[in-house]
């Protein structure tokens, strides 16, 4: 069993893949060729916003972010302490600093009070200017973005969206007067927001690639720049250091095909998927050992997660030993179950950011690095691979 079946995925849209990358060959356009822009179209279409520019990878698409808000010494930018490490990495390298935020135990996402709370200690401390928040769409969950808001219009924030895990997510809203609902999307969240297609993410190239979005014409026309060399009016013009990173001509006709059958079916699955998993372990956790918790992923009413993973949390919460999670992991193993930590350290204690200042306490990332199991998941998974994984998670424990 695969963790994320990529093979399976391939097979299944292998005429049309191989159509495509024939064709981008036989074109030899291999960079910004008419495949890229096209797919910019239709993603900005898809999501929602007014821009969509494609870049080489998602954490380019979060320093094009950083860069087009101007974004550098001085200024503090609050991130979440349980996430992929890149979220925090851009702030440093583009000279800010990242202050570290806890999560909700249930979402993993940001949450709005220890952010608040981090941004009055940034304030109150007077040596960092309070500028932006990235907010993370982990494991494909949209993040709290009506209270994130709220705290950002007050502060004066920022905000950038990182949806690199969170593409095809989204959040239904009533719609005034007529009884019925509207959907808004991932990446569109941000004031600026991106994603990234690396092969594992929820919308996966054969590579590296990323992109940003935005519905400001300001920040898009920077990131244009910002992408290709701090270009100007053509490409021999610099006007501002910049960065050569664009998606491949090639992945964008690969992405092309994949996003076809993401759109018309892989999210529809993926959510099969995941009920079908929370299902049969609810079910069978009365057979575990009674000191043991499995919690199964919380996922707020009226959202919808694009489950870039499916991530139990298992504790122990009378006993005062941890849980061995190394040695379910190699139970599983043996079985043939692959399964993931995301992730084993959090941010601040990254031995990257020993110099970083902590300003809030972050428990819950702590405990959550402790306690989190990443189970396989993909649109091509069958019930009877969700059974045996979910049997033997149960008979494992
Ligand atoms: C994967 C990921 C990134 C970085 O994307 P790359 O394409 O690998 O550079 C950034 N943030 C989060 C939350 C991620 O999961």
Excluded at 118 to 137: E, G, N, S, Y
Excluded at 191 to 196: H, L, W, Y
Excluded at 299 to 320: H, R
Aim: proline share 5%; charged share 20%; net charge neutral.
């Amino acid at each position: 069993m695969e963790f994320r079946d990529l093979k399976k995925q391939y097979q299944t849209l292998k005429a049309d893949i191989d159509r495509a990358m024939t064709d981008v060959a036989t074109s030899a356009h291999f960079i910004m060729g008419a495949p890229v822009k096209e797919l910019e179209q239709q993603l900005a279409e898809y999501v929602g916003v007014k821009h969509c520019l494609s870049c080489a990878n998602g954490t380019d698409a979060l320093t094009l972010a950083l860069k087009a808000l101007g974004i550098g010494k001085g200024d503090a930018v609050f991130v979440p302490d349980f996430t992929f490490f890149s979220t925090a990495e851009v702030v440093s390298l583009e000279g800010a600093t990242p202050v570290f935020v806890d999560v909700d135990p249930r979402t993993f996402n940001m949450d709005p009070k220890s952010l608040e709370e981090a941004v009055r200690c940034v304030l109150d401390q007077m040596t960092l200017r309070p500028k932006a928040v990235i907010a993370v769409d982990l494991f494909g969950l949209p993040a709290n973005y009506p209270a994130i808001r709220e705290i950002a219009k007050k502060e004066g924030l920022y905000i950038i969206e990182d949806g690199a895990q969170g593409f095809g997510g989204y959040v239904r809203r009533p719609k005034a007067d007529t009884g019925g609902f509207e959907i808004q999307r991932a990446c569109s969240f941000g004031d600026i927001s991106t994603t990234s297609f690396f092969p594992a993410k929820p919308l996966g190239c054969y590579g590296d690639g990323g992109a940003v979005f935005t519905n400001n014409d300001q920040w898009a026309e920077l990131i244009e720049s910002y992408r290709v060399h701090g270009k100007g009016s053509f490409k021999y013009d610099n006007v501002r250091i910049g960065l050569n990173s664009r998606l491949d001509t090639l992945q964008a006709a690969i992405l092309q095909v994949k996003f076809k059958a993401f759109k018309e079916y892989e999210l529809t699955e993926v959510n099969k998927a995941a009920d079908y998993y929370s299902q049969l372990i609810n079910g069978m956790t009365k057979f575990i050992k009674k000191e043991i918790q499995i919690t199964t992923p919380y996922i707020p009413n009226n959202y919808t997660s694009s489950w870039a993973q499916y991530t139990i949390q298992l504790s122990v919460p009378s006993g005062n030993g941890t849980f061995n999670r190394q040695a379910l992991q190699a139970k599983l193993k043996a079985k043939g179950v692959p399964s993931m930590v995301y992730y084993p350290t959090p941010m601040s204690k990254q031995t990257a950011f020993k110099e970083v200042h902590g300003y809030v306490l972050t428990p819950n990332a702590q405990r959550l690095s402790d306690c989190v199991l990443s189970l396989p998941m993909h649109p091509y998974i069958t019930r009877e691979e969700i059974r045996f994984v979910a049997e033997s998670l149960i008979s494992s424990l």
